[in-house]
């Protein structure tokens, strides 16, 4: 099956091998890198799609600011070897080390934990390793995570969806604690119950992507946000005081309030965490804790 | 160039704890990590946080079940540590937060887990380590460390002496991914390394694709000896197809294992007549691999996990995340059928020689969690275990890096205390081949004209490091991921649960053939942004030399102790082999050297018995 | 910071194929609403002839009233107002977290019984008309 | 930079002002829909009629509170959809304050025009 992506060696003047390495060369090379596997990646999936009618085409979103070739966007195509099971990140990690090793995407624990592999797949956020192959119409059009800046491929710009979760003040802080070092808080069943769903975030960005207000309002603290700040709002630990300047943190200008319950955050969650629910829930907190100033 | 106090490189539990505890202590400290931190492995562990909190426990227990687990191949000195230190690290996170799941009154709960005389497996359903490396990661946030997320680590700046006893770290050469740049990080106190363990030598695994040992390979190179590893756990439960795990929590509520037959394989064959499915992991391996190969395995592979007994509402209660894990990666439904399941490398006891202070013998250089070996886990980890060493050596590494008063180590490091030298019966030469980049064969860079301080020591790493991506992005050669699978595929088949001799030789021919063929990669993407062909190619070699050490230490140690079974000595030998198995990397390749297990406790001394359950 | 590209509006507005149901709820939502405010405008300005007298005021509605084309426009509100309460009312439930398992077949039932109850009423709107 | 959100400018109100108009005007639409098309015709409008409804206090005093929560509801709406989109800074207080003047100028002209049917003549207009 593995084929591999030799080097083909094209002559060139040894004057210009031995020189340091100008721009142009640079330039040069990368045009050399490129022209090779976009003709290898072709034979490639050519030859596979004639020997095995099990292939899954796809096609991906490349975009390098630096290649020549990469730098306007475009959609490369791949037939992928079909094994039971396969999932969208599986055929990304098969294009990559068998046809073209510059595809490029974050990845990491391959079991929907570490929230690196969110990808706009066929039109909707999807994690990578938890999305199967066989559940996709054909081609499958893999794309970066819309309405991020893209830093190459399929990699996006996390930096603001972090700042998102970072200005919510994301840390437990309770009011008080108990004294002893051995002294656990205690807490209800019923209230962890309450707050499960809302720590299991990890982190991928889907929601915030598939969110039109968030698209449009670029301050708007987005789901995951909201939702960080749900956790630790209901968790009955931290404390009232605490739970008050949690809520004047939601309830700004660009907090829950610009929450049009379009749904599409919680469609795409992976971790299935009821995020419109959540958001509605601190709404009416707000409204409730603010009436009494009324 | 970058400079503070601490620098700590991952950003996994260990890593995470490590620099709250030392900005607590006031230093200035820096994380620097490949991943950012919530995406590193911690956040896959599912089952739990062993921790002496009840009246009816204590401390002892847990250490002593720790070292008959360990099978009597752990340090006292660091299990007691461990063990004394655990209940109030876990107190402390529940304090940060931490989404425990709770009993009737309100108090943390506690399960059972193999090869643990108590239930003390303190839970968050399963997805403990997801609660944990969040709860920290926020902490983190909090106390306003630095993070430089992105940035891969590729070499330590050690100092040149003679004997590694003698060296200094004075910082790290990182390369950040989004941008291509190499650049310095100076430390002014010390760098913890916490970049977690090596699972990526094998192909079928339950750990990340980041796993691949990185900060192990490079203080291995710095000159800081590797401990024990030969000693690989292999989790008896993972999923067939992918490598993901089903935590230990299944058994440890009650699941219960089945082969083709519908045997309950572990009384009825009699592998473990008193713990049944909850034995030690490296029993239940074994127990399934040789139902598997004694032609009682299902379709020739795997066994039943079968948690259906357990009922609907315990299962969402406790077990929630593994019918999620269960459903999307191998399609079964865990409440109407069993699971297929087969032991999948998961663990490595090895790693970095520290002390119980989490200090190497090069001065200024630290390691904690997995990628560390201070000697907690022996022969064999219990499960549970290697979070709470995350918390407890990540916060004493933290604090004894920032300048905080610690006890003096009862463990020493280096060829400081006793030890003694041996030979390795390669069937070919080892080591590095060639002489690609002297940086790489050592540690450190030596600086030009010979400087010795810090700063200089560090220029001219960082100055060899990017002559060495330089010369990957330019030079035409081979594709790295054809080496690394077939390094993985001969790990996965050579140097398994059951080992022979014959296989690891076999084993170490393949990886002289990987090496050899190691010398003629090259990148093929010449991008500088985000460039992962560029890192997984610095990763392979990592993971050349690991997988090296590793089947280096299996070959060398002839009995059979914990997760190290061997065909040829089918029994633990105490007499001869009650010492940890040290590779140092001497001017381009390993040395073996041995030095003594330590026994005695503060107020015991553990016995050797025979380990049954 | 490395060089980046964002990839624009133009790929978002090509998007709506792959909308969900509270997207489209969403958007309907907005659109009615619009109409609604624009017509409510009108509909005063219009009524505001009666400031002008007695006959004006009659002779205009008449004349309107008269037109085949306004009373398919009111048709028209009809529809968009009744979807704008139907919605109004599910976002409403929404907004007290009652249902919200059921946001898009609520939508669902919104755009149906905005349909039937519209059709129904056409007689009744175009009564006298002609 | 994503600022900490500090100065308490709590958004709240509207939204819930939003709601509670939407909740009266699902009763009161429906109301004059019915009333208007169903009882009386469309074509059967006239100013006598209107009138004579106007001459009601009851109804006069609902048809009022109606035209100011539909207003509030309706440019309030609008308003929030804007801001939704990102408006801000001058751009937004140019809006806001033409919205507002909007519907001043639409409940003026409506009461005016109620005033009419009903014959009230004390405002000064
Ligand atoms: C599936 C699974 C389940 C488990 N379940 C349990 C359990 O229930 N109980 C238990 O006690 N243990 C469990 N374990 C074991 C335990 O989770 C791990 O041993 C532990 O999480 C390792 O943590 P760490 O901090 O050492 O490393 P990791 O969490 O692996 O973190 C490594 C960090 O180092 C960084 N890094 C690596 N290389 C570099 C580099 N070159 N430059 C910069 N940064 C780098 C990474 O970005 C990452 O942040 C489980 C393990 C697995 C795989
Ligand atoms: C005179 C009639 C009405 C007018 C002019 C009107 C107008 C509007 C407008 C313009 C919006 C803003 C839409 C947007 O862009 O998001 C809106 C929102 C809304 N309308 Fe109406 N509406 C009217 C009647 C009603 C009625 C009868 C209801 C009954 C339930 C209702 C419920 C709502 C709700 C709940 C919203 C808020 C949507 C959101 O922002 O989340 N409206 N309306
Ligand atoms: S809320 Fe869900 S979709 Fe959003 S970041 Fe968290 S896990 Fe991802
Ligand atoms: S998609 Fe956006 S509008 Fe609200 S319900 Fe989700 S945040
Ligand atoms: S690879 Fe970690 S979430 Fe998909």
Redesign the pocket.
């Known amino acids: 099956m593995s084929t591999q992506v030799p080097k083909q060696k094209e002559a060139e003047s040894p004057a210009e091998e031995e020189s340091a390495p100008s721009v142009g060369k640079q330039r040069r090379d990368q045009a050399k890198a490129e022209r090779r596997t976009a003709a290898e990646k072709q034979k490639e999936a050519a030859e596979k799609a004639k020997e095995a009618e099990d292939t899954y085409h796809i096609k991906v979103f490349r975009y390098d600011p630096e290649v020549e070739g990469k730098q306007e966007p475009r959609f490369d195509e791949f037939h992928v070897p079909f094994t039971k099971g396969m999932t969208v990140l599986d055929a990304l990690m098969y294009a990559r080390d068998h046809y073209d090793p510059s595809l490029t995407f974050r990845h990491s624990c391959r079991q929907a934990i570490c929230g690196s592999d969110a990808f706009f797949v066929n039109g909707s956020q999807k994690l990578g390793c938890k999305t199967q192959l066989s559940e996709l119409s054909e081609p499958v059009r893999i794309e970066p995570l819309p309405h991020q800046d893209v830093v190459k491929d399929l990699v996006v710009d996390m930096d603001h969806f972090y700042e998102q979760m970072h200005a919510i003040e994301p840390y437990f802080d309770p009011d008080e604690l108990p004294d002893g070092e051995l002294e656990e808080q205690r807490q209800t069943r019923e209230n962890r119950e309450k707050v499960k769903m809302s720590t299991r975030c990890i982190w991928c960005g889907a929601c915030m992507s598939s969110c039109n207000i968030a698209a449009g309002d670029n301050q708007y603290l987005g789901p995951a946000a909201i939702n960080k700040a749900y956790r630790f709002a209901m968790d009955e630990r931290e404390g009232e005081a605490r739970k008050q300047e949690r809520l004047k943190i939601i309830e700004q200008e660009h907090g829950v309030w610009r929450c049009?319950?379009q749904f599409s955050c919680t469609e795409v969650c992976p971790k299935d965490i009821p995020l419109t629910e959540h958001i509605q829930e601190l709404k009416r907190e707000a409204v409730k804790s603010n009436l009494k100033f009324w | 160039m970058y400079e503070h106090d601490v620098i700590v490189v991952g950003a996994g539990g260990a890593g995470l704890r490590a620099a709250i505890a030392a900005k607590n202590e006031g230093a200035d400290v820096a994380i620097v990590s490949k991943l950012h931190p919530v995406r590193s492995h911690t956040g896959a562990a599912e089952g739990g946080i062993n921790a002496a909190l009840r009246d009816a426990d204590s401390w002892e227990d847990h250490a002593y079940d720790t070292m008959k687990g360990s099978d009597y191949l752990g340090d006292a000195p660091a299990i007691e540590t461990l063990c004394k230190n655990s209940p109030k690290e876990v107190i402390q996170l529940e304090h940060w937060g931490m989404a425990f799941s709770r009993e009737e009154d309100g108090r943390v709960s506690q399960r059972p887990f193999g090869g643990l005389s108590f239930p003390r497996t303190t839970y968050a359903g399963a997805e403990t380590g997801h609660q944990l490396l969040h709860t920290m990661y926020e902490q983190l946030v909090k106390s306003g460390v630095q993070v430089y997320d992105e940035w891969h680590v590729l070499n330590l700046a050690v100092s040149d002496e003679e004997r590694p006893e003698d060296r200094t770290c004075h910082g790290v050469v990182a390369y950040d991914v989004q941008s291509g740049e190499v650049s310095g990080f100076r430390a002014r106190n010390g760098v913890i390394l916490a970049t977690g363990g090596p699972g990526q030598a094998f192909d079928h695994t339950t750990n990340a694709v980041s796993c691949t040992g990185d900060g192990q390979a490079m203080a291995y190179r710095a000159g800081v000896p590797l401990e024990d590893m030969e000693f690989i756990q292999f989790h008896p439960t993972s999923l067939p197809s992918t490598g993901v795990l089903i935590s230990e929590g299944v058994r440890g509520e009650g699941g219960i294992l089945y082969n083709a037959e519908g045997e309950r394989f572990m009384f009825e064959h009699g592998y473990a007549n008193n713990d049944g499915e909850l034995a030690s992991r490296d029993v239940v391996s074994r127990a399934e691999l040789t139902e598997v190969n004694e032609g009682r395995g299902i379709e020739d592979e795997y066994v039943h996990l079968d948690m259906r007994h357990l009922g609907e509402e315990r299962i969402i209660d406790r077990l929630e995340n593994i019918l999620h894990l269960a459903e999307d990666f191998e399609g079964v439904d865990g409440l109407v059928e069993p699971m297929p399941v087969k032991p999948g490398q998961h663990y490595a006891m090895g790693g970095i020689e520290t002390d119980e202070n989490g200090e190497t013998c090069v001065s200024g250089l630290y390691a904690a969690g997995e990628c560390a070996c201070a000697s907690v886990h022996g022969a064999n980890r219990l499960g549970g275990n290697a979070l709470p060493e995350l918390i407890v050596f990540g916060k004493r590494a933290g604090k004894h890096a920032a300048g905080a008063d610690l006890e003096t180590a009862k463990i020493t490091t280096g060829k400081r205390g006793e030890y003694e030298l041996a030979e390795i019966d390669s069937p070919v030469e080892l080591g590095e081949p060639g002489s690609r980049g002297d940086a790489v064969a050592d540690g450190g860079a030596v600086a030009e004209g010979g400087a010795t301080d810090g700063d200089s020591i560090l220029e001219a790493t960082v100055t060899a490091e990017k002559a060495k991506i330089e010369d990957l992005l330019e030079r035409d050669g081979i594709h790295h991921s054809e080496v690394r699978s077939d390094l993985q595929k001969s790990m996965t088949r050579y140097v398994n649960v059951f080992r022979e001799e014959d296989g690891l030789k076999k084993a170490l021919r393949d990886i002289r053939e990987a090496r050899d063929r190691y010398q003629s990669v090259a990148v093929s993407d010449p991008s500088r942004t985000f460039n992962t062909d560029l890192l997984q190619t610095i990763e392979t070699q990592n993971l050349l030399d690991l997988a090296e050490a590793i089947t280096v230490g299996a070959l060398a140690r002839k009995e059979f102790r914990g997760a190290h079974w061997r065909a040829e000595a089918q029994e633990r030998l105490d007499d001869e082999w009650l010492k940890h198995t040290m590779l140092s990397w001497n001017d381009g390749s390993p040395e073996l050297w041995y030095k003594p297990v330590i026994l005695e406790g503060e107020e015991k001394t553990y016995e050797p018995k025979i380990r049954s359950y | 910071m490395s060089q980046s590209y964002n990839r624009g509006l133009i790929e978002d507005f090509g998007r709506w194929r792959e909308f969900s149901a509270g997207m489209w709820a969403w958007i309907f939502?907005?659109f009615t609403?619009?109409v609604?405010?624009g017509y409510?405008f009108t509909h005063i300005a219009v009524l505001s002839t009666a400031l002008a007298g007695d006959a004006a005021y009659t002779n205009t509605i008449q004349t309107l009233e008269s037109l085949l084309l306004v009373r398919i426009l009111e048709v028209g509100l009809l529809a968009v107002?009744v979807f704008?309460?139907l919605n109004?009312?599910r976002?409403?439930m929404v907004d007290l977290g009652i249902g919200l398992e059921a946001q898009d077949k609520s939508f669902y039932a919104s755009l149906i019984l905005t349909g039937a109850i519209t059709v129904a009423s056409v007689p009744t709107f175009i009564a006298g008309a002609f | 930079m994503a600022e900490r959100y500090s100065s308490f400018r709590p958004g709240g109100r509207r939204w819930l002002w939003?709601?509670i108009t939407?909740?009266f005007?699902?009763v009161v639409?429906a109301f004059h829909f019915f009333l208007l098309h169903f009882i009386y015709h469309a074509d059967e409008v006239t100013f006598a009629l209107s009138s004579a409804r106007m001459e009601s206090w009851a109804y006069y005093s609902l048809m009022i509170l109606f035209l100011v929560t539909?207003t509030f509801?309706?440019v309030n709406?609008?308003y929030?959809?804007l801001i939704n989109q990102g408006l801000k800074g001058t751009k937004r207080t140019i809006i806001k304050w033409t919205l507002i003047v909007a519907s001043v100028i639409l409940i003026v002209q409506g009461v005016r025009t109620a005033n009419a049917w009903a014959g009230i003549t004390i405002l000064p207009f």
């Open positions: 049009q319950t | 939502h907005k609403g619009w609604l405010v409510l107002a704008h309460i109004g009312m976002l409403l | 939003q709601r939407a909740a005007l699902v639409l539909a509801h309706g709406g609008v929030n959809a």
